[in-house]
């Protein structure tokens, strides 16, 4: 033994232990090492080469590179010469196929590989060739690129190598992977749009315009650089490029795939310098390089073991073991995999979460292997991947689509905010609540979600102890007057105490532990309706912009489910007010066309008394205005609703109006009990307006309170003037209005009472058209009530505005008094005057002939537009009285053939 031990110091023994390390560091490497004799044979193969190519060294036997027909047809022989007679050589890209050289070698269904090359010569003390290194880069992959353009997208996002696109001149980078911002240092949003060059080391940027002239001239080109990364270091690269072109052969960008080779170029280093260079690439690789025995206390570890798992060293090589960093769920897959690797030396690859000294959880992707002493499992080496943002970002994917299904799955936008609100816990954050603004301006919880179901219910009790004061200027307040997200990476103890109510509440906060925390505003059409808060505790999660982005992803999905659910409910309820419209119009209409037709039926039997027939027609005829003016106010509302109501404005004395108003409405007052008063100032002028309109108005507004103020009320009328503008204020002493049906007033077919048992009759429209005449004169009309029987109030105001005097012959009439059913009196005689009556209602043509042939005239009628142009051409009337709505051809296309 100590002949042994002298020996491995000796410059052989040296070298020797040199070539372990370098070989076991090979067969650790995933890049495919091939090691030859100076013959051409093979005598070491490392396990990705035997995974490449689906051969083992046992399998090759006699195989002599140098006599490889193969290579000499693809034109790679010339390399393989070179790199035999010592020099350092670069093979261009080749499709090899072992099944050519040997048959029934490889199990590869596809045995074939393109791969590139580089080699490098090995020497011994004298200088000699003692062995050649071949290494090869599988580039199969990108060959094949352009037929797996769909599933590139996805992995775009996940490669490890670093990919690229730039403008098409090569000057400002335009999209990239996060393993290329990873690469330097930055974030793919701090270098979407910066200089090309700002990546390139200074000695290296001289070279870029030739190397861009090169990519668009040939298409494809390959070349070697140095970059800098954001903190100033520079590192060594392979950049291979692509110039992408549209139909017309026109570079439309420039595509780059950017391997950072630093650990390559440190390999070739190490080899020249010895192992203790070697031991620096380890020790500097940004992967976590290990060893640990077989009960899993740590052996040797590198600087990236202690930057990512947050222990020292010291701590690391002074007994921890791998039980205290793999989180307690994945223990037993990583003892599992170890004890797999005793009986399976072929490489495996899987993922375990760790915990890190600060509490955070982190994945990492972790290759391992046996090494053997003395025929003996010693220890397990690893090299272990960071891939905790490339998993959060898979998560967060499925999250989202799962959130989607959710939202879209219900249309009770409460249910469906606290469904998502569960789903974001443990995924996304340890705690989230969801919160919304009533009408009223205060804050509802609408949801809390924690794994521990006992938290929740705390959780609610204690927002209801300590509500949060709407003036603050940060968090859910601030973030509900902004619409603006709001982001915390780390909860300092300075912010709790800030937001503290009490000592009692300080402790609760310090209790929980929060650690970091988003707030994203539920924001639709520049209204803010509430904010869903997301919060990290236990976990120890650090959020970031990318978090951000999720959080504000989700709440934009969330208000999504809220407009959904408002709409559905908004269409419900229009619906139900069409149903209890058509419903109050059927009875409103039938109510006076039952007397109509009753009392028809009795007349033309002819049994009626002189005054039961005399009570018949007067019956008959205030039914029929009845139906007149429901007929009336729903042609308003169409006029309305079509913008087509128009108004004849004329210079209007308010006060004579309302006086016309009173008398139109007192015999209905004084029928029920009902007390009129006015207070009138006499002061008014005069204002711009609709006489007939504003009498509607007013008319509207004295019956309706009328119509609901009981026997022995009183209705008051009121005019004054107050600065440029006049009130008229319309008040009773009836049954008032509900306060939740208050702001409801003015809408059309509401109505306070929608039972079939209500007390008053009605369609809903007259306050609705009301607000309309008023808005039209450029007014504002208001309504109050105290509550159920006290009374309400309405409160007109009109513009007092220069008078465009317009004379009107004739006196106004007030709504009540006009004409709703034809006059057939003859205040002047039509005697020897042509009339062509045009209807396709025949027993309106026949009432219209008789009534004008009663003074004089001589009428004709016509069924159809076609009957009329025959009538003109035949007897050629005078005047012309046509319908507007009729078969085939309108009243419209009537007069203008006419």
């Known amino acids: 033994m100590t002949t042994d031990r002298q020996a491995s110091k000796t410059p052989q023994g040296l070298l020797l232990r040199s070539e372990e390390l370098f070989r076991a560091a090979f067969e650790q490497s995933p890049m495919s090492t091939q090691i030859l004799s100076p013959d051409g044979r093979t005598v070491w193969v490392n396990r990705a080469w035997e995974e490449l190519w ?119 980078l335009v999209m990239m992977n996060p393993a290329y911002a990873r690469m330097h240092g930055y974030t ?21 315009p030739e190397q861009i002239r090169l990519t668009r001239e040939r298409g494809h ?45 440190q390999i070739e280093e190490e080899l020249r310098q010895g192992e203790e260079k070697y031991r620096g690439l380890l020790e500097n690789a940004n992967d976590i390089i290990y060893t640990h025995d077989l009960q899993g206390n740590y052996l040797t570890i590198n600087r990236a073991c202690e930057e990512i798992t947050g222990y020292t060293r010291k701590e690391i090589l002074g007994g921890l073991n791998i039980a205290q960093v793999v989180a307690p769920e994945h223990l037993e897959l990583a003892k599992e995999m170890t004890r797999r690797k005793l009986s399976d030396p072929s490489q495996t690859v899987y993922e375990v979460d760790i915990i890190t000294k600060e509490g955070r959880r982190l994945t990492l992707e972790i290759s391992t292997r046996i090494a053997w002493r003395d025929g003996q499992p010693a220890a397990v080496e690893g090299i272990a991947r960071d891939v905790t943002e490339r998993k959060r970002a898979e998560t967060a994917l499925k999250f989202l689509s799962e959130a989607g299904d959710v939202i879209a799955s219900s249309l009770d936008y409460e249910t469906t ?89 300080l402790k609760i906060m310090r209790d929980i532990g929060f650690t970091s925390a988003i707030i994203a505003p539920l924001v639709t059409q520049g209204r803010t309706l509430g904010a869903i808060t997301f919060i990290t505790a236990e976990s120890r999660r650090i959020y970031g912009q990318d978090d951000l982005a999720l959080a504000e992803s989700l709440a934009h ?21 069409k149903d209890e419209f058509l419903a109050t119009v059927s009875h409103e209409l039938r109510t006076p066309l039952t007397a109509i037709m009753g009392w028809a039926y009795l007349l033309r039997g002819g049994q009626l008394e002189e005054g039961s027939a005399a009570t018949a027609l007067e019956t008959i005829e205030r039914n029929a205005r009845s139906q007149a003016q429901i007929i009336d106010d729903l042609l308003d509302v169409s006029r309305i609703i079509t913008g087509k109501l128009r108004l004849d ?35 008014v002028i005069s204002i711009a307006g609709d006489p007939s309109r504003l009498q509607q108005i007013v008319w509207n507004l004295l019956t309706n309170a009328i119509k609901f103020t009981p026997k022995g009320g009183r209705v008051q009328i009121r005019l004054e003037r107050v600065n440029s503008h ?34 008053h009759g009605g369609l809903g429209l007259g306050l609705a058209i009301v607000r309309h005449l008023i808005e039209l004169h450029g007014g504002t009309v208001q309504a109050g009530s105290a509550g159920e029987n006290q009374g309400a109030t309405f409160t007109v105001r009109l513009p007092v505005a220069p008078i465009y005097q317009k004379q009107s012959s004739g006196e106004r009439v007030h709504p009540a008094a006009r004409e709703l059913l034809p006059s057939f009196g003859c205040p002047e005689r039509l005697d020897g005057l042509k009339v062509l009556i045009v209807d396709d209602e025949a027993d309106t043509r026949e009432l219209l002939k008789v009534g004008i042939s009663q003074c004089g005239a001589e009428v004709t009628t016509a069924a159809s537009a076609s009957e009329a142009l025959e009538a003109i051409v035949k007897d050629r009337p005078e005047i012309l009285i046509s319908d507007i709505g009729m078969p085939d051809e309108d009243g419209y296309e009537l007069i203008k053939k006419v």
């Open 557 to 577: 999905r969330a208000v999504i489910a809220i407009e959904n659910a408002r709409l559905y409910r908004s269409a419900q309820e229009a619906n139900r007010l």
């Open 188 to 208: 793919v949003q701090e270098l979407i749009g910066r200089p090309l060059t700002d990546l390139f080391a200074v000695d290296a940027q001289a070279e870029l």
């Open 649 to 683: 404005i004329r210079e209007v004395e308010p006060v004579s109006l309302i006086e016309s108003a009173i008398e139109a409405v007192r015999p209905a007052a004084e029928a029920k009990g009902v007390r009129l008063q006015k207070v009138i100032d006499t002061g």
């Open 726 to 759: 006049i009130e008229i204020v319309v008040a009773d002493t009836g049954s008032g209005i509900k306060p939740d049906f208050l702001p409801h007033v003015f809408e059309r077919f509401r109505q306070a009472d929608q039972a079939t048992t209500r007390q």
């Open 417 to 505: 905010l606290a469904s998502v609100a569960r789903m974001a816990v443990p995924t996304l954050a340890d705690w989230c609540t969801v919160d919304v603004l009533e009408d009223d301006r205060t804050l509802k919880r609408l949801a809390v979600a924690h794994v521990d179901q006992g938290k929740v219910e705390w959780a609610y009790e204690l927002q209801k102890r300590y509500p949060p004061d709407m003036d603050a200027p940060r968090g859910i307040p601030n973030v509900l007057r902004t619409g603006e997200s709001e982001i915390y990476p780390e909860i300092a103890d300075e912010m709790l105490v800030a937001a503290a109510i009490d000592a009692d509440h």
């Open 221 to 265: 080109h390959a070349f070697e650089s140095t970059h800098i990364r954001k903190d100033g270091t520079v590192f060594p690269v392979l950049v291979e490029t692509t110039a992408v072109k549209d139909y017309d052969g026109q570079v439309i960008y420039l595509a780059a795939h950017v391997q950072d080779i630093t650990a390559r170029k």
């Open 54 to 172: 689906g051969v083992t060294l046992e399998q090759l036997g006699d195989y002599n590179m140098l006599e490889d027909q193969q290579l000499v047809e693809k034109g790679i022989m010339p390399y393989i010469e070179k790199a035999f007679a010592g020099e350092r050589t670069e093979i261009p890209p080749v499709l090899y196929d072992p099944e050519e050289t040997i048959p029934n070698l490889t199990h590869h269904e596809e045995p074939g590989r393109w791969v590139r090359a580089f080699t490098f010569p090995v020497r011994d003390e004298s200088g000699a060739i003692r062995e050649v290194v071949l290494m090869h880069e599988d580039i199969t992959a990108r060959k094949r690129a352009e037929e797996e353009a769909q599933r590139w997208a996805n992995v775009f996002e996940h490669v490890q190598w670093g990919v690229v696109s730039v403008s098409e001149d090569g000057s400002k």
